[in-house]
């Protein structure tokens, strides 16, 4: 069964931190995180930051240096380390995963997502 699970949101003040992870597993489809959405409440959801197979990462406009992607090559485990939060970051953010054994071009997402993981900023 295919299962993306994030973790390590929560609320944070304005000019704090923090750092999600994401897990992928897929049973008899091997899959791993390859990178994070997120969605407002009224907005569509935005790309913040992903990798492909080539190790090309690309962020959202909006990120500015703040935040950094990166992988556990032992695990697989994918983080998202946020700094400098604004309230505007405010959304749930969702894990999205891709095939191992396909490349992933990072042009469109993959076919599994996560639950999410609540992230709010208080001013």
């Known amino acids: 069964q295919v299962q993306v699970v994030e973790s390590g949101g929560g609320l944070v003040q304005a000019g704090g931190s923090l750092r999600l992870s994401c897990d992928a597993s897929?049973?008899?489809?091997?899959?791993?995180?390859v990178g994070w959405y997120r969605q407002a409440p009224g907005k569509q959801r935005e790309l913040v930051a992903l990798?492909?197979?080539?190790?090309?990462?690309k962020y959202g406009d909006f990120v500015k240096s703040r935040f950094t992607l990166f992988r556990d090559r032992v695990k697989e485990t994918l983080y998202l380390q946020m700094n400098n939060l604004n309230p505007e970051d405010t959304a749930v953010y969702h894990c999205?995963?891709?095939?191992?054994?396909?490349?992933?071009?990072?042009?469109?997402?993959?076919?599994?997502w996560g639950q999410g993981t609540q992230v709010t900023v208080s001013s």
């Open positions: 897929g049973g008899d489809v091997r899959i791993k995180p």
């Open positions: 999205n995963a891709f095939y191992v054994r396909s490349y992933y071009d990072g042009s469109a997402p993959g076919p599994y």
């Open positions: 990798i492909n197979t080539s190790g090309n990462i």
